[in-house]
């Protein structure tokens, strides 16, 4: 209830009562006020908890580190996770000579990871990293389990944990082909991080995104996965940012004939109020290379240190390249793209920005970090 609405109460009041001293009305007044007060505190600390942005204090970024897999390599030390910096976002210097930082064979069900995720945690003490646990090297492509998941105090040592689908939730994920290319974003009306990832069916030819809650420990979900968005022709590859009261979902998209012979993909985007949907469809292509039928995928989307432009990168797997458009708004793109100049040839990954403090460990670790960093 509204002050103004305590007040009318009260006039109602009093002229129903007329032996109602002045006194009297004045005490009831001061409690309207205190009432309605609390009532704006309350309601104002429901709305910043729905805004990721008023929840974290903003931190101070001098670099950015690049987590990725290769796709140059020898083949059984392609699916492993490695990291490059950058102090400008554009040219890359590989940690640990693009060797692995992080051994697959330790840390997955199938030997290899891939499409890894990188993000630091809310209050800013943590690092949680997501990846495909899929070895093509060894298994092919025809079926892989589920993710991994790891967090970290300082980026250089990593606890894991392993989330199968088709052993730990059979009800529904018994005869789950795919499960790819998974991310995470801290749900501040909750206080939790979501998990969402692309899920195929053996007997069902579309690609759906499905999320569920990471624990405490974030070593595992605390809850069966649910459908999160179903777009129209199916797509992989998804990464959500909040912006301006808008979740914006960007993915790996497609359009199909009436016979449901795909034509065209590329980059899309759908978008939402609410981080669980209803997600509205964008059927247009955000990249430079739809029309030109030159495939990309891998979108990831990250905001440029100091600066209130955002960049989204994809991968041309293709023919090992990486490159980039930028934006303002999130709708409007630039429409030439741009490379990233680097010294190796990085797969689906995802960029987060970093303190200089932070690519300087980085680099007693594993050395790579470029000098204006040190």
Request: proline content about 4%.
């Amino acid at each position: 209830m509204t002050f103004i609405s305590y007040v009318y109460l009260i006039k109602y009041k009093a002229m129903k009562l007329p032996f109602l001293c002045l006194s009297c009305f004045a005490l009831l007044l001061s409690i309207a006020q205190q009432t309605a007060a609390q009532t704006t505190v309350k309601a104002k600390a429901r709305s910043a908890a729905a805004v990721p942005n008023k929840i974290q204090k903003q931190q101070e970024f001098d670099a950015y580190l690049f987590t990725y897999f290769e796709g140059s390599g020898p083949r059984q030390l392609d699916e492993q996770v490695r990291f490059a910096v950058s102090a400008d976002a554009k040219n890359w210097f590989a940690l640990n000579k693009n060797l692995p930082v992080i051994d697959s064979e330790k840390t997955s069900g199938t030997g290899g990871v891939r499409d890894p995720y990188l993000m630091r945690s809310q209050d800013g003490k943590q690092f949680f990293m997501v990846a495909t646990d899929m070895s093509t090297a060894k298994n092919g492509w025809g079926h892989n389990p589920g993710i991994v998941m790891l967090r970290s105090d300082d980026l250089l040592s990593w606890k894991h944990g392993i989330v199968d689908l088709e052993k730990q939730y059979p009800h529904k994920f018994a005869h789950v082909q795919w499960v790819w290319a998974p991310q995470t974003i801290y749900d501040a009306a909750v206080g939790k991080y979501m998990v969402y990832f692309t899920v195929k069916y053996k007997n069902d030819a579309k690609l759906d995104f499905y999320a569920a809650y990471a624990n405490a420990d974030f070593s595992g979900f605390e809850n069966e996965p649910a459908l999160l968005f179903s777009p129209k022709y199916g797509g992989i590859d998804g990464d959500i940012i909040y912006k301006d009261g808008l979740y914006h979902f960007f993915y790996k998209g497609n359009t199909k004939d009436e016979n449901g012979k795909e034509f065209e993909n590329g980059i899309q985007q759908a978008t939402s109020k609410s981080l669980h949907g209803p997600w509205a469809e964008d059927f247009k292509y955000l990249d430079a290379y739809s029309a030109k039928k030159i495939v990309v995928e891998g979108s990831s989307i990250f905001k440029l240190n100091h600066s209130d432009t955002y960049v989204l990168m994809y991968d041309l797997y293709t023919n090992q390249r990486y490159e980039f458009q930028r934006s303002k708004d999130l709708f409007r793109f630039t429409p030439a793209p741009e490379s990233f100049r680097k010294d190796f040839f990085p797969r689906h990954g995802s960029v987060m920005g970093i303190t200089r403090a932070e690519a300087q460990r980085l680099n007693e670790k594993w050395g790579g970090v470029p000098k204006e960093l040190l």
